[in-house]
């Protein structure tokens, strides 16, 4: 077993489960929470689809509908929590980020890359969260125009793993990633 004191191989244990969660349909990783700030100071949370995590640009994305909810809350405030709980490793991973929305040319290599099917997420009419009269009252668009990616800059990453003893660590992009441990 390895050394439980070693900061930087927990760091390493908390990229794998999310790099883990880009490649693997069944990890724990591939559907966080993400949760944002609503234009009226509230929290909001909702399951999202992690498509990429890139641990030397200390970032991963999602993408959304342009007219969904977390694109007024994000627009006002630009900033999202990412949380995963990883039952197999026992493993919470807590990502503190800062929000960039690209959307149109800047992400047309990125559409190409929906499959159509997954292209019907993109341009619901009326835009998602708009009241409807009965439950399947709205059409499912294909529209590249309603394509965004969000790029999440990791600030902050904090790992708890529920084994006997539990531990838990935080680790700071404005320390270079050094981590400390946190009482559980």
Known sequence: MSDPNDLAAFLDLGWQRLTRGVQDRRAAARHPVFATVSTKGLPEA????????DRGAATVEIHTDSGSGKMISLRQTPVAQLHIWDEKARLQIRLSTSVEINQGAS?????????????MAYGASPKP?????????YTKLSRESAFAVLICTIREIELMQLSDPHRRAVFKAETGWQGGWIVP
């Open 46 to 53: 909702r399951t999202v689809v992690l498509r990429a995590a």
């Open 107 to 119: 992400v047309a290599q990125d559409w190409a890359r929906v499959p159509e099917g997954s292209r």
């Open 129 to 137: 969260g708009s009241p409807i009269a009965r439950a399947h009252a």
